[in-house]
């Protein structure tokens, strides 16, 4: 059981941008929400992160933030800096793009890589979607997971974006970095958070591996249960606590997700797609497709296919 790759294996990268940022004190960018996954590796001085609804974090030399969701943030060498919009330092980041940002000042400096991986957001599941806005990976926790660390300080020290190969590279290496990390994560910080404490628990994580890759079977919160390991009422309970919804709404949401990735990617008529998510009718899957998405499948397909 790989729990974590059958959660990434979908996501399907489409791409990286990612940029070095040499900043002088004092300074301060604030970013909107991004439609991709995003990684700060602080490789000299610090910066600070903060969060909406966060406690505010310090990011020293060797440490690394992963956000999985994009997550609206500001970054700064200090708390009360003014704010300058990220748009206005970088208007546009397609992704294969690559830059280096320079902010000056009189202060200590900052150096900082920043990459963000774009993928198809319609296959991330609803494990992935529960995963934390902000992982943070210091220093003495990269040092146990060199892979992930050397990994790091060389795209951060061999910086030429216009080297032959460069992009593929660097989608690559990133790639196998926002990988990495997570696997860190969840090796030496599981409580960090109820998701990464469900993936790291044996029993929990097999009937999420269940819902995750058989999606499709005659599931009951009893069956579900049983490839736990655990009664009925233990695991509908101790489910719902790290999860933070009931075993038979995730297997809705998870094939519902899947139902949308082929209404997208595939001719198949709707009763087909039902039997393949675990519908026994196509009434029942309609209902529950309209029920998350607020349209039939069939507007959905013409919309996201027009």
Same mark, same amino acid.
């Given at each position: ?35 991709? %996954? ?10 600070? /992160?903060?969060?909406?609804? =966060? ?13 999985? =969701? ?54 991330? *599941? ?13 220093? *003495? ?11 790091? *300080? ?19 290496? $990133?790639?196998?970095? $926002? ?24 029993? /929990? ?32 309970? %101790? ?41 026994? *009718?196509?009434?029942?899957? =309609? ?20």
């Amino acid at each position: 059981m790989d729990l974590l790759s059958d959660l990434l294996a979908p996501l399907r990268l489409e791409g990286v941008f990612h940029s070095r940022w040499l900043a002088h004190a004092p300074w301060g960018v604030e970013g909107e929400r991004e439609s991709c %996954a995003m990684l700060h590796y602080v490789a000299e001085g610090s910066t600070l /992160i903060e969060l909406p609804g =966060h406690d505010p974090v310090r990011l020293a030399a060797g440490d690394l933030a992963v956000f999985p =969701h994009g997550s609206a943030h500001r970054l700064s060498d200090g708390p009360g800096r003014p704010m300058i919009p990220l748009r206005r330092v970088l208007p546009e980041r397609p992704p294969g793009d690559a830059r280096t940002v320079e902010l000056d000042g009189p202060g200590e400096r900052t150096v900082m890589l920043c990459g963000g991986l774009h993928y198809d957001r319609s296959a991330a *599941s609803p494990l992935y979607r529960a995963l934390p806005p902000m992982l943070v990976l210091r220093a *003495s926790c990269l040092a146990l997971h060199p892979l992930l660390g050397e990994t790091l *300080s060389r795209l951060s020290d061999d910086w030429d974006p216009d080297a032959p190969g460069a992009q593929l590279v660097s989608l690559r290496a $990133f790639e196998l970095v $926002f990988v990495l990390a997570l696997r860190a994560a969840l090796d030496e910080r599981p409580g960090a958070s109820p998701v990464l404490a469900a993936l790291a628990n044996p029993a /929990i994580g097999a009937a999420l591996h269940a819902i995750q890759t058989r999606f499709a079977e005659p599931w009951t919160v009893a069956s579900l249960a049983a490839e736990a390991g655990m009664s009925r009422s233990s695991f509908a309970a %101790a489910f719902r606590e790290l999860i933070g919804e009931a075993p038979m709404r995730h297997l809705t949401a998870r094939r519902i997700q899947e139902a949308a990735r082929l209404l997208v990617d595939t001719s198949l008529p709707h009763e087909r797609i039902a039997g393949r998510v675990g519908y026994l *009718s196509a009434v029942g899957f =309609h209902l529950a497709f309209r029920q998350c998405h607020g349209v039939t499948p069939g507007t959905y397909r013409r919309e996201r296919t027009a």
